[in-house]
T-cell receptor, first 109, second 115 residues
Framework: SQQGEEDPQALSIQEGENATMNCSYK?????LQWYRQNSGRGLVHLIL?????REKHSGRLRVTLDTSKKSSSLLITASRAADTASYFC?????????FGQGTELSVKP | EAGVAQSPRYKIIEKRQSVAFWCNPI?????LYWYQQILGQGPKLLIQ????????DSQLPKDRFSAERLKGVDSTLKIQPAKLEDSAVYLC?????????????FGPGTRLTVL
């Protein structure tokens, strides 16, 4: 079963703009992770935020976590064409990751 | 450091045929995962190994899917017989320890098409 629901399903922006993707989940979590998947490739880990953290940064990425609302957001600032990919949130429960459906991001040059 | 290796990258078979996928995790990684990713969806865990033992295979369709990791290193996933709905990308991932999966390292996947 899918734990995370992501919104929007697809997002198209111009290079230089910011992209925000949201993830909601249903049950208590230990941590929440974001992964990127380029077309036809495996997933690449981007960032992990633990349940006792509210915000985390990594380069152009900013992740927030609101455990009271059971939601997280991923912000990519100053987007580039190379950011075009699918982005997945994954929640860790009972020692395994449960992935959402993903947001397909398209960054136009 | 070499990444997770998978082969083949692509496979096309007829329904009711058998198919096997191979995965070699990052050296020293104790935990290995197989995921199924249907087009337009996120990966779904099929089976998790800790060394050569199965930790979780609750979502593995055991009537047709099997997996092994005999020496605790590389692993094979088999489908026998395949159905049309098995068309998907099969991803292998590994992590260093047997604890909570902080970061999973994924291979490139095997894209299976069942005709």
């Amino acid at each position: 079963s899918q734990q995370g629901e992501e919104d929007p399903q697809a997002l198209s922006i111009q290079e230089g703009e910011n992209a925000t993707m949201n993830c909601s989940y249903k049950t208590s979590i230990n941590n929440l992770q974001w992964y990127r998947q380029n077309s036809g490739r495996g997933l690449v880990h981007l960032i992990l935020i633990r349940s006792n953290e509210r915000e985390k940064h990594s380069g152009r990425l900013r992740v927030t976590l609101d455990t009271s609302k059971k939601s997280s957001s991923l912000l990519i600032t100053a987007s580039r064409a190379a950011d075009t990919a699918s982005y997945f949130c994954a929640t860790e429960q009972g020692g395994k990751l449960i992935f959402g459906q993903g947001t397909e991001l398209s960054v136009k040059p | 450091e070499a990444g997770v290796a998978q082969s083949p990258r692509y496979k096309i078979i007829e329904k009711r045929q058998s198919v096997a996928f191979w995965c070699n995790p990052i050296s020293g990684h104790a935990t290995l995962y197989w995921y199924q990713q249907i087009l337009g969806q996120g990966p779904k865990l099929l089976i998790q190994f800790q060394n050569n033992g199965v930790v979780d295979d609750s979502q593995l369709p055991k009537d047709r899917f099997s997996a092994e990791r005999l020496k605790g290193v590389d692993s094979t996933l088999k489908i026998q017989p395949a159905k049309l709905e098995d068309s998907a990308v099969y991803l292998c991932a590994s992590t260093p320890s047997g604890g909570a999966p902080d970061t999973q390292y994924f291979g490139p996947g095997t894209r299976l098409t069942v005709l």
